[in-house]
């Protein structure tokens, strides 16, 4: 069973410009996850779809952050603009049942974002 | 918030002593309570949970203990190898919903 693919795996970018990540979660998984997890922190989850709604968005700051999730699988991350303190791994995350608390979570191996 | 604390933050001990790292939890109406392993330049990945009606889980050499009381659950490894050595996060979930909340990590590190 293939895992959870992310693209890029690392991305360097200037503050003010924009930058997107890509996820592809397990197939027929119906949640996805998008966390933050800035260097020597715990991830920290900001937004959940399931299917292709949202199900709570409550920690993306969306001054600056977006998601989507066209068709209920593949997903996009966007910022605009950038800021320094956005530098970190965002990991996407997928799992099978409707947002269980015990169901497992999948997670990607990250994107590393660096803003200088 | 919830507030989420791990103890210790790095750990080092001598390959096949055992490894013991708490989790302190703040919400009382957490129910799940799973552990992750993360090794550099990956996304975490579970390696056990256990759930508040349970008050311990083991799988072969890896059990987590529960104190529903106390609000701390804890992660044991014994006969530790050097492919353990990784940062091991606990992640309770919030008013028994589906969000994790991440504690801060322990550094493991198994010396061979």
């Known amino acids: 069973e293939a895992g959870v693919a992310q693209s890029p795996r690392y991305k360097i970018i200037e503050k003010r410009q924009s930058v997107a990540f890509w996820c592809n979660p397990i197939s027929g998984h119906a949640t996805l996850y998008w966390y933050q997890q800035i260097l020597g922190q715990g991830p920290k989850l900001l937004i959940q779809?399931?299917?292709?709604?949202?199900?709570?968005d409550s920690q993306l700051p969306k001054d600056r952050f977006s998601a989507e999730r066209l068709k209920g699988v593949d997903s996009t991350l966007k910022i605009q603009p950038a800021k320094l303190e956005d530098s970190a791994v965002y990991l996407c995350a997928s799992s099978l049942a409707p947002g269980r608390p015990q169901d497992t979570q999948y997670f990607g191996p990250g994107t590393r974002l660096t803003v200088l | 918030g919830e507030n989420v604390e791990q103890h210790p933050s790095t750990l080092s001990v001598q390959e096949g002593d055992s490894a013991v790292i708490k989790c302190t939890y703040s919400?009382?109406?957490?129910?799940?309570f799973p552990w992750y392993k993360q090794e550099l330049g990956k996304g975490p990945q579970l390696i056990i949970d256990i759930r508040s009606n349970v008050g311990e889980k083991k799988d072969q050499r890896i059990a987590v203990t529960l104190n529903k009381t106390a609000k701390h659950f804890s992660l044991h490894i014994t006969e530790t190898q050097p492919e353990d050595s990784a940062v091991y996060f606990c992640a309770p979930n919030t008013s028994g919903t589906y969000k994790y909340i991440f504690g801060t990590g322990t550094r493991l590190k198994v010396l061979a």
């Open positions: 919400d009382s109406a957490s129910n799940y």
């Open positions: 779809f399931q299917n292709n709604g949202v199900v709570d």
